[in-house]
């Protein structure tokens, strides 16, 4: 017990030497925790969340048949129970209005297991976490200069879309969440990795709210690709709500649905089961297979 006292004095202690000597560029004037308005059709918006319920409700019934690999397991079972409720009873009684109320601020509320955690708690509370703001500022900054080292220097290509309330920096009218740096890298690489593919498949297995997917259409631009996600089900009706509002255009396939030439696919991760051999040209994970059993990882890349 003293021991683990020490060491984490320690590693306070190098984190405070840490920020306090970083440079930042953007301090936290930059920071923008305004409420943030996203316009979308009315009758679309009704549209897609019926799509989200229907799906939501076929894939937790068929998850009862699942073998154990594939049932929600470890600490997001608990996430899921306790943090999620509001969400799973909304969706479970296919109230409409909830479900639209629910997920138009999950970047706030539904954020425990997701990119922005509970930051956005921390961040709003007065005179109290001084060092907490004070760290994220150090982070936020370090990531931008890590991403303007390994990508550029264009600020506007990590634009966030004002969806699911969202917070971060606001930078010369770019909304910059946390996350938006490392995805938009990723994205970069993995059009680099099938840049000679005409039309790729590209498979995330555990892409959460759906950052990397938006990152990955939005620096494609005119080239064709198909993304296909599977995660947990209370995450896709998440991932499915942000995707779907970010692009209107394309063509979606959820679960339960026929199967169709959808630009992209968001389904439940047992549904990874009925995937063809040879079917997709680049798969991706990033952080999931680390919060798994070790049968359920290799379940899934056997």
Request: charged share 30%; net charge positive.
């Amino acid at each position: 017990m003293i021991q683990r006292s020490i060491e984490r004095i320690k590693k306070h202690g190098t984190n405070i030497l840490n920020v306090i000597k970083y440079k930042n560029k953007y301090s936290s004037e930059y920071l923008d925790l305004s409420k943030k308005e996203f316009k979308i059709n009315k009758k679309y918006l009704n549209k897609i969340i019926i799509r989200i319920i229907n799906a939501y409700n076929k894939s937790k019934e068929d998850q009862k048949k699942v073998s154990k690999p594939y049932q929600i397991g470890g600490s997001w079972n608990e996430i899921i129970k306790k943090d999620y409720y509001d969400l799973i009873f909304a969706l479970k009684k296919e109230n409409i209005v909830e479900c639209e109320n629910l997920l138009s601020n999950f970047c706030r509320d539904l954020s425990r297991g997701l990119e922005f955690s509970g930051d956005y708690q921390s961040l709003s509370k007065k005179n109290k976490f001084f060092y907490f703001k004070s760290y994220y500022m150090f982070r936020f900054n370090k990531k931008i200069d890590l991403w303007k080292k390994y990508v550029g220097n264009n600020l506007k290509e990590l634009d966030f879309p004002r969806i699911g309330n969202p917070f971060g920096l606001m930078i010369d009218g770019n909304l910059i969440t946390s996350c938006s740096m490392r995805h938009d890298y990723y994205a970069k690489r993995i059009l680099e990795y099938v840049g000679n593919i005409k039309k790729p498949v590209i498979h995330e297995i555990g892409g959460g709210f759906g950052g990397l997917a938006y990152y990955l259409f939005k620096r494609a631009k005119n080239k064709k690709i198909k993304y296909i996600n599977f995660d947990i089900p209370e995450i896709i009706a998440i991932n499915s709500y942000f995707l779907m509002l970010a692009y209107p255009n394309l063509k979606f396939r959820l679960y339960g649905e026929k199967p169709s030439d959808a630009d992209i696919e968001l389904l439940p991760n047992f549904a990874i089961k009925k995937m063809k051999n040879n079917s997709v040209d680049l798969v991706f994970n990033s952080h999931s297979f680390i919060e798994m059993d070790d049968f359920t990882v290799k379940e899934y890349i056997k």
